[in-house]
């Protein structure tokens, strides 16, 4: 590489400046990151790469790329598989590999990279599993699928039980895997998940009954779960829950008695959850507590909830707007 390639010198510290590399085909194009003291290239980037430059086949980054910490991969939109050349990558902790939407899978040993913490697959829409060596991951601590606007993924269908083996897995993405069809039961052994996110995923009709079991759980949204037909009552086992977000749950009727032990639950959010019928009386402690917003606007079949909930004292937490149905019960009570 010339000294033009460089866009600027190094500036002393830790890292220098980004290079594009220009003379060395396949990796034409690629930006990297290299330790100014070591010399080792850190990160790798194809997010600026020009077109005409994109990989069509993956090339291999070893032995020559091997001490790489970050690698983004962002917008490599023709190769279908990663090169096995990455899980010889033991020192690599981000592995970004959004808008790549030919990418089909990963490569079956992924499991080796002992030291990733992040995995991203933002706008992948053509993901159709994980092998289950994913559960190697031990120092993974987010996996997220996530689709923008316009992208989806819908062929990935199932999880891999290995997944409850990601032990400080803190964040899970699962948003607008549309052809997902449940969560693995091992998902209660990930005793450190923060956030679970599953906006979207149109196939799920049950959550798992040890998804109690994941106590450091703060937020829970579950929007456009369209198919989701109940929570279990172990949702009550999740203390640390803050928020939990269930908008446009088209087939949720009832919430579970056991919600009331939820004792941090900040945000509960049931717009438009058009099949719902009737709140439990446990909600009451909650609103008398840690509950600061309840939304039920849109729940046309609402009929019944705790009658205090509906007296202006609590006008400014819970949000009863559009539920013709609660309003009908609530003059004929007298309420």
């Not at 002393?12 to 034409?28: A, F, N």
């Not at 209660?188 to 040890?210: A, H, I």
Request: with cysteine.
């Amino acid at each position: 590489m010339s000294k033009n390639d460089r866009a600027q010198s190094q500036d002393g510290g830790g890292e220098s400046d980004w290079i594009l590399l220009q003379e060395e085909d396949p990796m034409k194009g690629v930006s990297i990151l290299v330790d100014a003291q070591t010399g080792n290239v850190i990160e790798m980037s194809t997010r600026r790469c020009e077109d005409r430059y994109r990989w069509r086949t993956m090339p291999c980054l070893v032995p020559k790329y091997s001490k790489v910490q970050r690698l983004n991969l962002e917008n490599s939109r023709y190769i279908t598989d990663l090169d096995v050349s990455v899980t010889e990558l033991m020192d690599l902790k981000r592995l970004k590999l959004t808008r790549c939407s030919a990418l089909q899978r990963l490569p079956a040993f992924i499991g080796n990279l002992k030291n990733l913490q992040e995995l991203d697959f933002t706008d992948s829409m053509s993901i159709e599993g994980l092998p289950e060596s994913i559960g190697g991951l031990k120092s993974l601590r987010r996996l997220v699928f996530n689709g923008t606007s316009g992208h989806a993924n819908k062929v990935l269908k199932v999880l891999p039980e290995s997944l409850g083996e990601l032990k400080n897995l803190q964040e899970l993405v699962l948003d607008k895997c549309k052809a997902l069809e449940e969560l693995p039961s091992s998902i209660g052994y990930l005793t450190r998940l923060v956030k679970l996110s599953m906006k979207e995923c149109k196939k799920v009709q049950q959550l798992p009954d040890s998804i109690g079991s994941c106590r450091a759980l703060v937020e829970l949204d579950l929007s456009k779960c369209i198919e989701l037909k109940s929570l279990p009552s172990s949702i009550g086992d999740l203390t640390n829950l803050e928020d939990l977000v269930m908008m446009k749950c088209l087939e949720i009727q009832v919430l579970p008695e056991s919600i009331g032990r939820c004792g941090k639950l900040a945000k509960l959010d049931m717009t438009k959850c058009i099949k719902l019928t009737s709140l439990p009386y446990s909600v009451e402690r909650l609103v008398s507590s840690s509950l600061n917003e309840l939304t039920c606007e849109g729940c046309q079949l609402l009929t019944s909830a705790p009658s205090p909930l509906l007296s202006s004292e609590h006008q400014d937490v819970c949000n009863f707007s559009k539920c013709p149905s609660l309003q009908q019960a609530k003059s004929k009570s007298g309420a």
